[in-house]
């Protein structure tokens, strides 16, 4: 697999460096780090972690199901159109959980 979700990731792999996490821009990045690094031998979670943002329905799908912050996508939007209709210029918090699955581990300690 080629592209986008995986194209970044051997950057990573410079010799000397080796991050035990990612935390990618989205889910779709997320699940191709993860394709990349079981090329390059590494085992998930124990060699990386890794994190998506925007829990798409795909990932506990993925082996291992992928950890992602929830935006609730939804309620954001609902909020924007509220916003949008007021004519109010006001700033609103975006609430978001992280969903925590089976792509990260704990960090070993040295």
Request: glycine letters at 8%.
């Amino acid at each position: 697999m080629n592209g986008p979700c995986t194209a970044g990731f051997p950057v990573f792999l410079l010799p000397g460096y080796w991050p035990t996490a990612v935390l990618a821009l989205n889910d779709m990045v997320a699940t191709g780090c993860m394709a990349s690094a079981r090329r390059h031998g590494m085992l998930l979670p124990e060699d990386l972690s890794v994190i998506g943002c925007d829990n798409l329905f795909c990932a506990p799908y993925t082996v291992p199901a992928l950890t992602s912050f929830d935006m609730h996508q939804q309620e954001l939007g609902r909020q924007a159109v509220e916003l949008l209709l007021s004519g109010e210029n006001r700033k609103e918090a975006v609430q978001w959980e992280l969903v925590e699955r089976d792509s990260c581990a704990r960090v070993k300690e040295n």
